[in-house]
């Protein structure tokens, strides 16, 4: 069965594999607990924690910049796949709305049903980080993001394994040190980089 889809790449694709990882053209779905259903209409993301307390609603979110990019994602249970084309608000388009308080150095991305997930500042506001609400195999098949995969909005942060990509996001909560989100308690690594294999936690 996993001969049909995955297949072992001939090398890294100049250094474009990260170790222990095997090429996938489908798009597996990884999904704890279940899949919440509700309208682009109803999306709110929720700003807490030592920032400025404010509620994004969809519209708000649709009046920012949208950006289109693609990439490349890495899942931590072995596979990744090339070109993945998503469009939504960058992370530091965002941040232009939201005012930080002092001591503020990571932030825990919430989710509904409840996943949760840490990301530093430094590996959240990057501009390839998006608010996702379209996905496209290619850049010329985008459409809205489909709800398994996390719509009717996700967060994507292709440079860290894509268990931080927390689907249907509705919360930042910025805090003032690394804690565990959902996955990072249940032994995965605190960070996740594919390129050094940062899996589980020692
Ligand atoms: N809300 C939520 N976000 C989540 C998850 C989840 O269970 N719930 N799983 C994570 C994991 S472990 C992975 S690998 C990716 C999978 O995304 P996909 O189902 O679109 O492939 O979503 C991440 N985001
Ligand atoms: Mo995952």
């Known amino acids: 069965m996993l001969g049909r889809f995955f297949k072992k790449p001939e090398n890294d694709q100049g250094g474009r594999v990260p170790p222990g990882q095997t090429l996938t053209t489908r ?18 993301v929720r700003v807490f924690g030592l920032a400025e307390e404010q509620t994004f609603s969809w519209i708000d979110l649709q009046k920012m910049p949208q950006t289109t990019l693609t990439y490349d994602i890495h899942c931590v249970t072995h596979w990744s796949k090339f070109d993945t084309t998503w469009t939504g608000i960058s992370v530091p388009e965002l941040m232009k709305h939201i005012q930080l308080k002092p001591g503020a150095t990571h932030v825990m991305i919430h989710s509904v049903g409840g996943y949760t997930t840490n990301l530093s500042l430094t590996d959240f506001v990057r501009d390839q980080n998006l608010l996702a609400h379209e ?35 509705n919360g930042l909560e910025f805090i003032s040190q690394d804690e565990a989100g959902f996955w990072e308690k249940n032994g995965y690594h605190m960070r996740g980089d594919p390129f050094k294999e940062e899996r589980y936690s020692d």
């Not at 798009?27 to 709110?44: E, N, Q, S």
């Not at 010329?140 to 860290?160: F, I, K, S, Y």
Request: cysteine-free.
């Open 135 to 169: 996905f496209g195999a290619s850049p010329d098949q985008l459409a809205p993001l489909e709800t398994e995969h996390g719509g009717p909005m996700r967060l994507v942060v292709p440079h860290l394994y894509f268990w931080k990509s927390a689907k249907w996001i």
């Open 27 to 44: 798009f597996p779905v990884l999904t704890y607990g279940p899949v919440p259903r509700y309208a682009k209409t109803d999306i709110t």
